[in-house]
């Protein structure tokens, strides 16, 4: 079956940090991945999305994530984390323009001053 | 902001009861999509009103129905409410009928059922 796994469910790190959450995707046609981060009391924003090409892409707010077929992976990394960084983060992935997205079980990162 | 509103922002209810959830898209957009968000469940999707008509379905359950005006709002009507309801629901909207656009995510709805 078609799923998405983040196997970390909580990650803390200082800030200033570099930060890589982890992404896997179950095998299957190319896939069309995203990252969102959900703030507290809010909803979903994109961060980033990859369909094709450049393997590395580059997001909103310092993200970027590397889509690397050979480990069916879509880690999402930034250099150097703020406090206001602190927010759930849910990869996703589908399979066809025609087809829904799944998302991951999220990682919630908190930072440390 | 999004651009997307989502009422009631809050919904206490008992179980057996029915309600009613609201969303408007961004302007212009055609699609909506309804989510569930749960601890046991995580985030899932439940269905896709594109120009008014259905498009896709997930895991909607048969006691869940949706539908979509004229002016483009989606209703998301949940009956015979079981605790297991209780949830964040949330409407998301994008411009064209594919998956793989961007969702704009509205606040959400938080529903308690009692």
């Known amino acids: 079956a078609q799923s998405v796994t983040q196997p970390d469910i909580h990650i803390t790190v200082s800030e200033g940090a570099s930060l890589e959450l982890r992404c896997n995707y179950s095998y299957g046609a190319t896939p069309y991945l995203f990252w969102y981060v959900q703030s507290p009391g809010q909803g979903l924003q994109l961060l980033l999305k990859y369909f094709s090409g450049d393997t590395l892409v580059q997001g909103i707010k310092g993200f970027e994530a590397e889509f690397k077929r050979s480990q069916s992976s879509f880690n999402l990394r930034k250099p150097s984390v703020h406090w206001s960084d602190a927010a759930e983060y849910f990869c996703?992935?589908?399979?066809?323009?025609?087809?829904?997205?799944?998302f991951g079980s999220g990682t919630r990162l908190s930072i440390r001053p | 902001d999004s651009g997307v509103t989502q009422t009631p922002k809050h919904l206490i209810t008992a179980t057996g009861q029915r309600v009613t959830l609201r969303c408007s898209p961004r302007?212009?957009?055609?699609?909506v999509y309804w989510y569930q968000q749960s601890l046991d469940q995580g985030l899932q999707f439940l269905i896709q009103y594109y120009n008014g008509e259905e498009r896709a379905k997930g895991n909607i359950l048969e006691r869940f129905s949706a539908q979509q005006f004229p002016d483009l709002h989606s209703e998301l009507n949940l009956s015979s409410l079981e605790l297991g309801d209780s949830a964040l629901y949330f409407c998301?909207?994008?411009?064209?009928?594919?998956?793989?656009?961007?969702?704009?995510f509205g606040p959400g709805t938080r529903l308690l059922v009692l």
């Open positions: 996703a992935v589908s399979y066809s323009s025609a087809s829904k997205i799944i």
């Open positions: 998301a909207s994008s411009p064209e009928v594919s998956h793989q656009e961007t969702q704009y």
């Open positions: 302007s212009g957009d055609l699609s």
